[in-house]
């Protein structure tokens, strides 16, 4: 048995997971060039192994694209983030179930820990793993296996072209200089693409194994820390440690750009509120209270003739977690900024300066009313507790405030367009209904 060392993280990372979630729900989309779009089906966010072959590129804009993939019969679909979110829960609770300590690093990927002593053949176990996902969740995987996070992510890049799903990069792979120098320097975790070409072209380094041997002092100096700790994980040195716990966050932004754009401060507030709501229902699932509040709105950044751009920012003399305080700030923010006649693209909202309440908050001894603080905002916490509970459960904000929507029966001009969405793929597909036989009719 290999040092554990050698192995001790785990990388699981679901392949073209937005497509894979969609052919799980639509099976006849197995085989066909599948392509799944941003907000507002903007950019192409993911794409099966069918549609890469034919050349779509990953944040590719659809415009550009789109006659490609009408011509290969591509299946075009609007992202459904509440469907793939219920499926990464299960993914990651079914690989819970193979180590004692997991990091959940994104929607679609998570390290686990792999320094297991009984465990004697760690890529017959993950093939294991593999499996058991397939069988549970019907999501294919790669599973990266090495002795750092960033050694670990190119290994899961190799696992993609595996014919098993599963490689480890062990010692004799990372200190073979010729055998690391085959990764480009953008595959590694934690170089981009603008410091990529800047190390080849103002320092002629051109690969990874480059990159591993340079100076630690002159990639200080001349990048950042964060490029020495690169450096040292490729060396298999790791800097990174697993971690169950995230910290808190330093601030919660919700944003988005309309479908249409708007005009009235109607529409304008019914979209700024549904904001405010997923906002303060992400703080409070951080168990945070925010004291800032930021709204900006603006209209078409490429119309700069009549561009508009207004911001503001409410400070709380306490900090707030309930949905009427934020509500409240967002309306007082928007009357000022908002400008009429101007036609809206897009909006957000900005919850910062936290406090963490999870083992209580800071009372006070009177509210506004009179009444004691604590029982009055106890109640009111109690019922958005409940209220996020449920949101949750449907996927979606179905518990608010009663002025800050439109009626059903009207689509809100800034929800973002869905002209491909799974029920609209599928009517497309469907073929007409046969007429019956013409029958002739007597008076």
Request: aromatic content about 10%.
């Amino acid at each position: 048995m290999k040092n554990l060392l050698e192995r001790s993280i785990g990388l699981c990372d679901c392949n073209n997971f937005f497509v894979s979630c969609e052919r799980r729900e639509n099976p006849s989309l197995l085989s066909r060039p599948v392509v799944v779009l941003s907000g507002n089906d903007g950019c192409v966010v993911s794409r099966s192994n069918e549609a890469k072959a034919l050349g779509v590129g990953m944040g590719e804009p659809y415009f550009k694209v789109r006659g490609l993939l009408e011509r290969a019969g591509a299946a075009v679909l609007s992202g459904r983030l509440s469907l793939y979110n219920k499926i990464s829960s299960e993914v990651m609770g079914r690989l819970s179930r193979f180590s004692d300590l997991m990091e959940v690093y994104s929607i679609d990927e998570a390290f686990f820990n792999l320094a297991i002593a009984s465990v004697e053949d760690p890529a017959a176990y993950c093939r294991e793993i593999r499996e058991d996902i397939w069988r549970s969740c019907g999501i294919p995987v790669s599973i990266g296996i090495s002795s750092t996070k960033t050694l670990a992510k190119l290994a899961s890049h190799c696992a993609k072209m595996s014919a098993d799903g599963v490689f480890w990069i062990d010692s004799s792979c990372a200190g073979d200089a010729e055998w690391m120098a085959a990764f480009p320097l953008e595959e590694v975790w934690g170089i981009g693409r603008r410091m990529a070409a800047r190390l080849r072209s103002s320092y002629r380094i051109k690969n990874t194994a480059d990159f591993m041997m340079a100076d630690d002092l002159w990639l200080k100096k001349n990048f950042s820390v964060n490029a020495l700790y690169t450096a040292w994980e490729l060396r298999g040195y790791s800097v990174y440690p697993l971690s169950e716990k995230h910290g808190a966050p330093s601030s919660i932004q919700v944003s988005r750009s309309f479908g249409d754009a708007v005009s009235s401060y109607e529409e304008l507030l019914d979209a700024v509120s549904y904001f405010t709501l997923c906002a303060a229902r992400q703080l409070r699932g951080a168990r945070q209270a925010a004291s800032r509040m930021g709204l900006y709105i603006r209209t078409n950044p490429f119309r700069r003739e009549n561009f508009y751009f207004g911001e503001d920012e409410y400070i709380f003399s306490v900090p707030k977690s309930l949905d009427a305080d934020f509500l409240y700030a967002a309306r007082s923010m928007l009357q000022k900024i908002f400008r009429e006649g101007a036609l809206y693209k897009k909006a957000g909202v900005r919850l910062s300066g936290f406090s963490d309440v999870s083992f209580g908050r800071q009372r006070l001894l009177f509210d506004e009313d009179g009444e004691p603080e604590g029982e009055r905002n106890g109640r009111l916490r109690a019922a958005a507790a409940v209220a996020d509970a449920l949101n949750l459960e449907f996927g979606k904000v179905v518990i608010a405030s009663a002025d800050n929507f439109a009626a059903p029966e009207r689509t809100p001009r800034w929800y973002p367009q869905r002209a491909h969405s799974a029920a609209a793929e599928e009517a497309r597909r469907r073929p007409p209904l046969p007429l019956g036989p013409k029958r002739r009719v007597s008076f």
